[in-house]
T-cell receptor, first 115, second 111 residues
Framework: DAGVIQSPRHEVTEMGQEVTLRCKPI?????LFWYRQTMMRGLELLIY????????DSGMPEDRFSAKMPNASFSTLKIQPSEPRDSAVYFC?????????????FGNGTRLTVT | QQQVKQSPQSLIVQKGGISIINCAYE??????FPWYQQFPGKGPALLIA?????SEKKEGRFTISFNKSAKQFSLHIMDSQPGDSATYFC??????????FGPGTRLSVLP
């Protein structure tokens, strides 16, 4: 099992540019989550999907952020246009089902720096 | 009501000592309380978890104590080792519908 795979690991971009973060969940997992981690705000849930359908996007900061899950093995988080305050580590996580014995499995994150 | 409070923010312990991290919640609908461990450059990983029908769970050097009436739970790391130095997050889950993390505790175990 390769775990949750995120790409790229690091992204440096200039303000105003479009950024796309990618995630491949663990095969068979039907829930996928996008989190943002900063020193000030900790781990924030941005959006989660169940069976490729967005369930709760209330954590998405603003319209500049969008997420898609076109199939069970791929999801993207897009920021357009990017701003310096978007600089953070973005994590993707997946889980099999929603019962208590199905933990979240995190990828190693994408560190985004917007200059 | 959806928040999980966690303390201390940072903790320094000597090798062999006991590390204790405390968490508190308000939402009585939470039914699952995991702890996640995160090393630099890595994503958080499940360490140990407990359900509210149990007051204590132990796995090796790691123990969760749970006080349902006080809505508090804590992580105890016995015989702390330098390799335990990491950030620890408590969390609470509501039947998979609302997974909330605490703000994290940065643990440093001195050799």
């Amino acid at each position: 099992d390769a775990g949750v795979i995120q790409s790229p690991r690091h992204e440096v971009t200039e303000m105003g540019q479009e950024v796309t973060l990618r995630c491949k969940p663990i095969s068979g997992h039907d829930y996928l989550f996008w989190y943002r981690q900063t020193m000030m705000r900790g781990l924030e849930l941005l959006i989660y999907f169940n069976n490729n359908v967005p369930i709760d996007d209330s954590g998405m900061p603003e319209d500049r952020f969008s997420a898609k899950m076109p199939n069970a093995s791929f999801s993207t988080l897009k920021i357009q246009p990017s701003e310096p305050r978007d600089s953070a580590v973005y994590f993707c996580a997946s889980r099999a089902g929603s019962s208590y014995n199905s933990p979240l499995h995190f990828g190693n994150g994408t560190r985004l720096t917007v200059t | 009501q959806q928040q999980v409070k966690q303390s201390p923010q940072s903790l320094i312990v000597q090798k062999g000592g006991i590390s204790i991290i405390n968490c508190a919640y308000e939402n009585t609908a939470f039914d699952y309380f995991p702890w996640y461990q995160q090393f630099p450059g890595k994503g958080p990983a499940l360490l140990i978890a407990i359900r509210p029908d149990v007051s204590e769970k132990k796995e090796g050097r790691f123990t969760i104590s749970f006080n349902k009436s006080a809505k508090q739970f804590s992580l105890h790391i016995m015989d702390s080792q330098p390799g335990d130095s990491a950030t620890y997050f408590c969390a609470a889950d509501n039947y998979g519908q609302n997974f909330v993390f605490g703000p994290g505790t940065r643990l440093s175990v001195l050799p």
